[in-house]
């Protein structure tokens, strides 16, 4: 297989791990490139469930390669419980498992301080985040405060433990939150390292040598395109680079050395936690679409906000992430709609037509999406195998969401299960 990224071009939640599932068999390495355990999805291997939040789903395949890159932000016990889980269902990391030395770590101070800032926001500037310590880890990145995996391996570790959680103490002293046991802090961290040691490695090198030795190489994304802490609709967006550019600053993979990239989109749109969605539907048809695609969040459980697919979302995308192949998800969902919306622009209040998605999210609130309508096919399709079963009503709007969007069509999905997955050229 060529060198893919693979990358969610929505809000993340478009099915990428079912995607994943079916380009891993043909990859030799697969790396996780950004986000932390605020991913989550399940995979279901014969016949057993397995929750990963941040280790690739390729660990389930034998002989896959599989390495939490260096754009990963990695909260040690949760990776430790993932590797444990594994353990308890046959299957060992052990050997197959490499975390980059690069890699920065969510620390415990960091979920409490995500914790303290969410609840220290007024409604309207809540992010909804996952609490998982996100944003504090990368803000401590960038803020060169951060610890990093290779750390666990040097004697001034847990003296770097102490000065960070002693410092953050004094920050969630100043929001009222409490604070952290230091010498328990120290405890835990000197027992996560010592389970953690044998994983650790060079993952720049590694990949790159498998790229030399011409293996192929799977850069697998979490979250999506409009929670990109760039392109998305910022500040409700995550803190690190879902898009392809992150791929390669997130693995030490040259993009020379990329050959494709897999855009990953729901045949409509969902979103979780706060912020600007424009094609939302607050109404029967957008609980419909939550409950038929069982649309709650897989690490929080919250219920995912559902409205019509968006073109101007999906088209941003193709461009930002350079789309060859659209894997496109859950058009069994749309099954019983009479009448199927698709939004091709926005119009603002005063008349100006955005095509592309608009940065000033004070623009966004001024704008309506405008709709193109399109028959439903009203007939089940979860059964079909073949592109050529779906009712043509159901190919019609599949080609009209490419047609809008640019690129090929690579994968159809039709339903939950592995055999739902149509191969078209992927
Ligand atoms: P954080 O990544 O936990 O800081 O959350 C920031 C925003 O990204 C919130 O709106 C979350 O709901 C959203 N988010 C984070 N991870 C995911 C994901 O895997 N799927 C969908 N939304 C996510």
């Known amino acids: ?21 079916v380009l891993t068999a043909q990859a030799d390495v697969i790396v996780r490139y950004q986000g932390g355990s605020n991913a989550g999805h399940t995979v279901i291997a014969e016949g057993k469930k397995y929750v990963l939040h941040l280790i690739p789903s390729g660990i389930l395949h034998p002989g896959k390669q599989c390495v939490i890159g260096n754009g990963v932000v990695m909260d040690p016990f949760d990776l430790i419980k993932e590797i444990d889980g594994l353990r308890e269902q046959g299957f060992d990391p052990l050997g197959r498992l490499a975390i980059s030395d690069r890699t920065h770590m969510v620390m415990r101070w960091h979920r ?27 803000g401590a990145k960038m803020g060169r405060t951060g610890l990093r995996v290779g750390e666990m391996l040097s004697p ?14 004094v920050t969630l002293a100043g929001w009222g939150a409490p604070a952290l046991d230091v010498q328990e802090m120290l405890s835990v961290y000197a027992q996560a390292a010592e389970t953690l040691k044998p994983y650790i490695a060079d993952t720049v090198a590694l990949v790159n040598a498998a790229d030399r030795a011409g293996k192929s190489i799977l850069l697998e994304g979490a979250q999506g395109t409009m929670l990109d802490i760039d392109f998305g609709t910022y500040p409700f967006v995550t803190s690190s680079n879902p898009t392809a550019g992150g791929a390669c600053t997130g693995s030490g993979l040259s993009p020379r050395r990329v050959d494709r990239v897999v855009g990953v989109i729901k045949c409509y749109t969902t979103r979780v936690g706060a912020g600007p969605f424009p094609t939302e539907l607050n109404d029967a048809t957008g609980e419909h679409l939550r409950q038929k695609g069982g649309e709650f969040g897989a690490t929080t459980g919250r219920p995912r906000r559902c409205g019509w697919f968006d073109a101007v979302v999906g088209r ?28 091709t622009a926005y119009l603002r209040d005063d008349g100006v037509r955005y095509e592309t998605f608009p940065a000033d999210l004070s623009v966004l609130e001024r704008c309506t999406p405008v709709y193109e309508e399109m ?19 159901a190919r ?31």
């Open 1 to 21: 297989m060529p060198n893919t990224i693979l990358v969610g071009a929505q809000w993340g939640d478009e099915g990428k791990g079912k995607v994943i599932d």
């Open 112 to 138: 409490a301080l995500d914790a303290a800032d969410e609840a220290r926001r007024s409604q309207e500037r809540k992010i909804g985040t996952t609490g998982r310590g996100i944003g504090p880890a990368y």
């Open 156 to 169: 001034r570790f847990l003296e770097r433990v102490r000065s960070g959680v002693e410092e953050a103490n």
């Open 316 to 343: 941003y995308s193709a461009m930002v992430n350079g789309v060859d192949f659209w894997a496109m998800t859950k058009l069994d969902v749309l099954d019983e709609q009479p009448v199927i919306k698709i939004c």
């Open 375 to 393: 028959p439903g096919w009203l007939t089940p399709t979860s059964a079909c195998t073949r592109y050529e079963e779906l009712p043509i009503k």
């Open 396 to 426: 019609a709007y599949v080609e009209r969401l490419v047609s809008l969007i640019g690129g090929r069509l690579g994968i159809l999905s039709v339903g939950p299960a592995r055999e739902t997955t149509m191969r078209l050229g992927l």
